[in-house]
């Protein structure tokens, strides 16, 4: 590249508490250059970012920026009970001449502004108002009006439906057309090798690769993330699933036209004992709603669920006693209780069952936590240990661990494996085919379409809150699933 | 950094046996007629209706909220005595207990079902609560003379004053349903992860409302005592302050406002340290003003020691 | 859609509600009370809501940053203590020192919530504490009533009119103005919401959040203190037991306005009309004499219960 580069980063390092989060980590960054940053989770992404922009102060190393940096992140970073315009104009909001800020001129700017990104809402609404992607355009057009040189865009399309992802990526092709460098952190390969130049791999907190894109092969850059060599990737696969499981005939889960609009629209799913029934489609699609709908967490409009023949009221508890479990996709939010043990994890939803008219029984639980830490091979100093100490794999075996002993006879498995590592990951995936093996009737969901091939037995494909298609057999193949994905793409632009 | 985390989580934890202990020492030299029986009965008989409150208070906080409303429910529960006290004092201490109940399982209804923050929610009954009372009492104190009512405040069993031994009970009443029962561990995982405890299929709602519901009743026994022991019903007064007292105290204690833990021990201790402080500064003829003040210096200590950092 | 709808009902119940509920009681009061409408009652009635206004305006502020301010009670009643002593130095002292001191212990609040991360409850509860021990060291343990001379230009201050129209009336009502304007108007306003609708991503936005909380505060302790100062001028003295309570009236009245009590969202006006309605109420319950004092405070929060469960209500 012939101009200076606007970031410089070299060498930096950054440990929290013994953990090095970067270690000798560089990137160089130049005018108009659109730069992946990629990697697993806990690679190193999210600390590289705030060292970038000043939240963090590395421990060693140098870094020259050489303009001003924004950032925009995946989670929609503006403040919903404020105006569009306000939120728009935050900190540099246009004054009248006694030093007001009129408001009159800022609404007008805005909407003028909003216009180039494709938004038309009125902008003197809160934005809370807006959909999701729409606010995320907002943040976008924030980021970039606040004269950045370099704008940081942490995941930004993850929350989008696809015409708000086409309208993105224009956007950042126009910055890029302007000569602003962009930071672009993604999971989507597709979007990657679409917009990107140039990439940097960090696995661990290392650096280990940087260059252009377009000539790295997406299958290298895979095993880059994952620190695993090409050959190995296809001669295994990416996953550790065995064969299909041969299933009872009369389905212990039957759930019937389950809606809440607007985000699933009658969802019918049947699971047999002994089978993985796996539920593919976009983000959005509604695939985590009918989890949660299932399991009575999600108000229903209407639809009913039967266990084994039997209908269960709507809500978590009579769930829970019918035989429902559900592994939430949220650990940190939705899992983990993080002051107690891993013991008071473990038993916390089997406690009535462990207890004597109210009171608990010490020795019940050691012994049901003893097989469930043996069993899972859950690494833990002791079962009294903080569950919040644990990493990512053990917590969520942990989980899986409260719900097998409420011996349940219906798992809903929603991202199973997000966020941990490798290793975990693999072990877990062994154990979802134990259990269904064992007869448990399991529901699997995943982004990662190789999970869910290997993994499943029967796919339901999912489609604006409605089943799109179900695949079995010989069906189950990439091709099939997206295809049945993609078929909402394609309606949704004939019917614009 | 690590070092000085580890060192206020043990100060956060022990901070208070510590501050008790050096208390008692300093009382044992510097002050005369400190260390005896009759002194002791009276610091316990002053902080019982603290103690019971601040019990009711930790399991709220534990559960990661706050009950503002206990001190205008004390004063609900004292303006109710003298209308029944004709029927005697069983009855009379009963309609004050189900008036505690009634308060508290309305804040527990409004945080657990309509979902309502738990400081906006006490706050009506904060702002309206000892008004009620008031109209009640139509603004008078009202001396009690009954005198199987009165003993409740003035009798012992076995030297012990019958104020500190159901405070005494009530508190190990508590220590064993926190730790040893489902209600009591259930509590601790809504404090810690509401929606996680939601998810797992816990009677979240329940445990709330059971939580509110049992403070309720808890400020309604101190209001019972306080009114025996004041040998009248003055609604005007009781319990002043006393949501700011109880909270301290099970701060000082250890219990983080952020709930997911309740330390009862930590709790009671809590409670001892600042009636000691008020104690000490009595007996130094300090006067009331300065009391306050460095009252209110202890409190920001306190929850500056036991602040989760950012 | 949904979404759009329930903040459309939300916006028309803030601006609207109080507005509405105290025209009902102005006009069923007018008819029913003949004294309600006489002129010396409006402007009793606007003098005595002039000092919770004062209260009620730094309450805004600290409540749209998602914070609350229980001290400005304590804060009010010692402003009018000091007011009270400062005079027998002359005019400035009696009014510069409560503002001062007050000023000075919610700038110790704003900056205690603002830097260590402690709940603005409990801290504010401290300082309520700290001011009234405060208020009694100085007046000998409450012993000591200071009395401001009747001829003073201070007590003029408190008891001037214009048309018969108190002095605090247009104080109070030029602050509520400037209030408005700084807090729709301003950078530093618009901070005040962005603090309170979404911290963590205020932060990320740039807003000096700290800042703004720390101003907040000092703004409410000061306000509460002129309110103290602006009493004893027009009671002549600095009267010790005022102001028990006052932080709870000043919660209701802005949270009666519609000001929301998580935060992000309020405004003056709405609380200079939840200032009305309270008034009025009480202006009512003692006109109609049998009735107890004690019944407006259960009023009051029975208004605060209905708007906060409605303002639950419509958010979902």
Redesign the interface.
């Given at each position: 590249m012939p101009t200076d580069p606007v970031i410089e980063v070299a060498g930096v390092t950054k440990t929290f508490a013994g953990v090095r989060a970067l270690d000798d980590v560089d990137l160089t960054l130049h005018r108009g250059e659109i730069h992946a940053l990629v990697g697993e989770n806990g690679a190193g992404k999210s600390t590289l970012i705030k060292v970038l922009t000043g939240i963090h102060t590395p421990d060693g190393g140098r870094i020259r920026r050489n303009g001003r940096i924004s950032t925009i992140y995946q989670e929609v970073n503006l403040v919903p009970l404020m105006s569009v315009a306000a939120n728009l104009f935050l900190g540099r909001e246009p004054r009248n001449r006694i030093g007001l800020i009129d408001r009159a001129r800022r609404d007008a700017e805005a909407a003028e502004l909003l216009k180039s990104y494709g938004i038309t809402a009125d902008v003197s609404s809160p934005l809370g108002t807006l959909a999701v992607g729409e606010q995320q355009m907002v943040a976008l057009a924030r980021a970039v009006e606040a004269d950045a040189d370099v704008v940081i865009m942490d995941e930004p399309t993850s929350s989008l439906e696809p015409r708000e992802v086409e309208t993105l990526l224009e956007v950042v092709h126009k910055l890029h057309e302007a000569g602003i460098a962009i930071i672009y952190v993604s999971h989507r390969m597709d979007e990657l090798y679409r917009i990107c130049d140039t990439v940097t791999v960090l696995r661990d907190g290392k650096n280990v690769h940087s260059g252009p894109l377009r000539e790295l092969p997406r299958i290298e850059l895979v095993s880059l993330m994952l620190g695993r060599s090409v050959n190995e990737i296809q001669k295994h696969g990416t996953t550790a699933f065995g064969e299909d499981h041969h299933a009872d005939t009369r389905p212990v889960l039957e759930a019937r036209n389950l809606t809440s609009r607007p985000r699933i629209n009658g969802v019918d799913v049947t699971i047999r004992p002994g089978e993985v029934v796996g539920l593919a489609g976009l983000l959005g699609s509604g695939r985590t709603e009918t989890a949660k709908a299932i399991i009575g967490a999600l108000p229903l409009d209407d639809g009913t669920v039967l266990v084994a023949g039997t209908p269960v009221p709507r809500n978590v508890k009579a769930a829970t006693r019918a035989g429902i479990s559900m592994l939430a996709e949220d650990r940190k939010t939705e899992g983990i209780i993080p002051n107690l043990s891993v013991r008071e994890n473990i038993v916390l939803a089997a406690l009535p069952r462990l207890s004597r008219f109210g009171v608990t029984s010490r020795k019940k639980q050691d012994r049901i936590v003893d097989t469930f830490v043996k069993r899972l091979r859950i690494k833990v100093s002791s079962p009294e240990q903080k569950v919040a100490e644990l990493s990512g794999g053990n917590q969520q075996k942990v989980l899986l661990a409260r719900w097998l002993c409420t011996e349940p006879r219906i798992l809903l498995l929603d991202e199973p494996t997000r966020g941990i590592d490798v290793g975990a990951k693999a072990e877990v995936q062994a154990l979802i085919d134990e259990l269904a093996r064992e007869g448990l009737a399991v529901m699997l969901i995943s982004s990662e379409l190789d999970e869910l091939l290997d993994g499943a037995d029967r796919l339901v494909v999912l489609r604006d809150g409605a089943v799109a298609g179900e695949l079995e057999g010989a069906q189950l193949t990439r091709e099939h699933v997206l295809a049945a994905i993609a078929a909402e793409v394609m309606d949704d632009a004939d019917s614009r | 950094?690590?070092l000085t985390a580890a060192r206020r989580r043990w100060l956060q934890d022990n901070g208070v046996y510590v501050a008790v202990g050096a208390l008692l020492l300093f009382n044992a030299l510097f002050t005369a007629n400190f260390m005896t029986l009759g002194n002791f009965t009276t610091q316990l008989v002053q902080a019982a209706p603290v103690l019971i409150v601040a019990l009711g208070m930790a399991l709220v906080i534990g559960t990661e909220g706050?009950d503002?409303s206990v001190g205008a429910v004390m004063a609900l529960a004292a303006a109710i005595i003298p209308l029944y006290l004709g029927a005697g004092p069983v009855p009379a201490i009963l309609m004050a207990l189900v008036a505690g109940l009634a308060a508290g399982a309305f804040n527990g209804f409004?945080v657990a079902r309509?979902?309502?923050?738990p400081?906006?929610?006490t706050?009506?009954?904060?702002?309206?609560?000892?008004?009620?009372a008031?109209?009640i009492a139509?603004?008078q104190l009202v001396p009690l003379h009954d005198p199987a009512f009165l003993a409740l405040g003035t009798d012992d069993v076995l030297g012990i004053p019958i104020s500190v031994l159901i405070a005494g009970l009530l508190a190990l009443t508590i220590a064993g349903l926190t730790s040893?029962?489902?209600?009591g561990?259930?509590l601790?995982?809504v404090g810690?992860?509401r929606?996680?405890?939601?998810?797992?299929?816990?009677?979240v709602n329940r445990v709330l409302v059971g939580v509110y519901a049992i403070c309720g009743v808890l400020a309604a026994v101190a209001g019972v005592l306080a009114t025996s022991r004041l040998a009248a019903s003055d609604p005007a007064d009781m319990g002043l302050?006393m949501?700011?007292s109880a909270?301290t105290a099970v701060?000082v204690g250890g219990t983080p406002?952020t709930g997911?833990?309740v330390r009862v021990l930590g709790t009671v201790m809590g409670v001892v340290l600042m009636q000691l402080v008020r104690a000490t500064l009595i007996k130094h003829n300090l006067?009331?003003?300065?009391?306050?003040?460095i009252?209110?210096?202890i409190?920001?200590a306190a929850?500056?020691v036991a602040?989760?950092?950012? | 859609m949904t979404t759009l709808t329930a903040a459309t009902r939300t916006k028309v119940l803030q601006r609207q509600g109080a507005a509405v509920a105290l025209t009902v009681m102005v006009v069923v009061s007018w008819l029913t009370f003949p004294r309600f409408g006489s002129l010396d009652n409006l402007r009793d009635l606007a003098l005595q809501g002039s000092f919770l206004a004062v209260i009620a305006l730094g309450m805004t502020f600290v409540i749209i940053t998602g914070g609350i301010d229980l001290s400005v009670g304590s804060l009010y009643a010692l402003g009018g203590v000091l007011a009270a002593w400062g005079s027998q130095h002359g005019f400035l002292t009696a009014l510069l020192l409560p503002l001062v001191v007050c000023g000075g212990i919610g700038l110790i609040n704003g900056l205690l919530i603002a830097r260590t991360n402690m709940a603005p409850f409990i801290v504010t509860l401290a300082s309520l504490l700290f001011a009234r021990g405060l208020l009694l060291a100085i007046t000998d343990e409450g012993a000591n009533t200071y009395q401001v001379a009747p001829d003073s230009a201070f007590v003029e201050l408190g008891r001037g009119t214009v048309a018969g129209f108190g002095y605090p009336i247009f104080i109070a009502a030029a602050l509520c103005v400037l209030g408005g304007a700084i807090l729709n108007r301003t950078g530093f306003g618009q901070n005040v919401f962005a603090t309170g609708g979404a911290e963590q991503s205020a932060i990320l936005m740039g807003v000096p959040v700290a800042r703004t909380k720390v101003l907040v505060y000092t703004m409410s302790g000061t306000l509460a203190g002129l309110a103290g100062a602006l009493t004893a001028a027009y009671l002549q003295s600095g009267v010790t037991v005022i102001g028990v309570g006052t932080e709870l009236d000043a919660i209701a009245v802005v949270v009666i306005g519609g000001t929301l009590l998580t935060g992000g969202m309020g405004t003056v006006l709405g609380t200079v009309i939840g200032v009305g309605l309270i008034k009025v109420i009480q202006n009512v319950i003692n006109q109609i004499g049998t009735l107890d004092s004690n019944y407006q405070s259960v009023v009051s929060g029975v208004f605060l219960l209905i708007v906060v469960v409605l303002q639950r209500i419509l958010r979902r």
């Open positions: - | 950094m690590t706050v503002l409004l309509v979902g309502i923050q400081i906006v929610a706050l009506a009954l904060l702002v309206g609560g000892r008004g009620l008031l109209v139509n603004g040893r029962t489902t209600f561990r259930q601790v995982a810690g992860n929606r996680a405890a939601t998810l797992a299929g816990l009677p302050l949501e700011l909270i701060v406002l997911g833990k006067p009331d003003s300065i009391a306050q003040m009252q209110a210096a409190i920001v929850v500056y602040r989760e950092r950012r | -």
